[in-house]
């Protein structure tokens, strides 16, 4: 660290272990979703739903309000309350790890804020990422609520929005840490090719994002599950089976998987494009690293990918697929920072 970042040095741990939250966060949501628990809480209270139900009436009563709703009418029919537990649980844990985010955030931005270690413009930077994560929840409950009526499965496209929303503040947050932890950007050479082409592919991988989000809403990945081939086909029929045709990628399940796989590969393509012939320039030690571990995560990235694929989403396999994916976005985001416009650290 240079004198500048060592000043930030407990600012910076304390946002790298918001960041680890963020991530855990993501990845239990995942698993949440692929256990079907999702839906196994039906009210929406921040404040006293942070005390799960603690003896058996108040079991038996959580478990009614779950009986009214539609994912035990067409899904659940004759679940055993040990059974709805398993489910609870999950949701819960979602929530509670979400609640503590906000506390892991707020109550040192507080100290910090006391103790002047924060300058204006930082402050600033913090107050939006605090209003970002209360929107997230927010975004968590009207996701849920989606999943409430006639048809127990959430929307896809608010899916995507809470995904999306947590992704961008965890991303929010580590160009922080970067910010803080690097030299100025004066000592860093300026590659304007390489800086436009790295904002292109963080594009890629955010439309990739969006499509693993559609995929996963819709339980896309449960149909054509051989590759590279679709079921031996490359474009089969039922990819353009609904009217109008661009409907079909957002909400065919043939559609969407396509574009889904396809996209993949074309930002692996392009990221060994960036990366081969970048690393011909004379480049700095933090430029080179950025580069290889964003073709790192990527390739095993899409390794995953095509595993979850062949295996009929296997719950580890997919919760590994969406943590790595969260890895290929921050490695994007590093090589953005590594290779961005010369500007002061602030």
């Known amino acids: 660290m240079t004198e500048t970042s060592s000043s930030y040095r407990g600012v910076i741990i304390w946002l790298l ?3 680890a939250f963020i991530f855990s966060m993501v990845v239990v949501g995942g698993v949440t979703r692929l256990t079907h628990s999702g839906l196994s809480i ?7 739903g942070a005390i799960p139900p603690l003896t058996e009436a108040e079991w038996l009563h959580t478990f009614d309000l779950y009986k009214q709703y539609p994912e035990y009418i067409h899904h659940n029919q004759g679940m055993s309350l040990h059974e709805f537990k398993g489910i609870f649980y999950w949701e819960y844990g979602h929530r509670l790890l979400g609640r503590t985010i906000g506390l892991v955030f707020f109550i040192p931005f507080i100290i910090f804020w006391i103790r002047k270690k924060l300058d204006k413009p930082l402050l600033g930077k913090l107050g939006g990422a605090f209003l970002i994560g209360g929107l997230q929840g927010l975004m968590g409950w009207y996701m849920v609520m989606s999943g409430l009526v006639d048809m127990p499965r959430v929307s896809h496209y608010r899916l995507a929005a809470h995904l999306s929303l947590a992704l961008f503040l965890l991303s929010y947050l580590f160009w922080i840490v970067l910010d803080l932890s690097n030299r100025p950007a004066s000592s860093v050479q300026s590659w304007p090719g390489v800086r436009k082409l790295a904002l292109a592919v963080t594009g890629l991988v955010c439309v990739q994002i969006i499509y693993g989000a559609f995929t996963a809403g819709l339980r896309a990945g449960w149909g054509y599950n051989s590759f590279p081939t679709m079921n031996g086909e490359w474009l089969p029929e039922a990819v353009s089976a609904l009217s109008p045709l661009w409907l079909n990628f ?4 043939a559609g969407v998987q396509f574009m889904h796989r396809w996209i993949g590969t074309l930002l692996l393509i392009v990221v060994v494009w960036l990366w081969s012939n970048t690393l011909r320039k004379p480049l700095s030690q933090g430029q080179k690293l950025s580069l290889h571990l964003l073709m790192l995560a990527l390739i095993v990235q899409y390794s995953l990918g095509v595993y979850v694929l062949l295996k009929v989403v296997p ?3 997919a919760a590994l697929h969406q943590a790595v994916g969260c890895l290929v976005l921050l ?4 090589v953005n920072y590594q290779f961005r ?3 002061s650290v602030h």
């Open 331 to 334: 490695a994007a985001v590093t």
């Open 250 to 253: 957002l909400e065919n399940n």
């Open 42 to 48: 039906v009210e929406w209270q921040p404040i006293i």
């Open 341 to 343: 416009q010369q500007s």
């Open 315 to 317: 719950i580890a396999g």
């Open 17 to 19: 272990i918001v960041c």
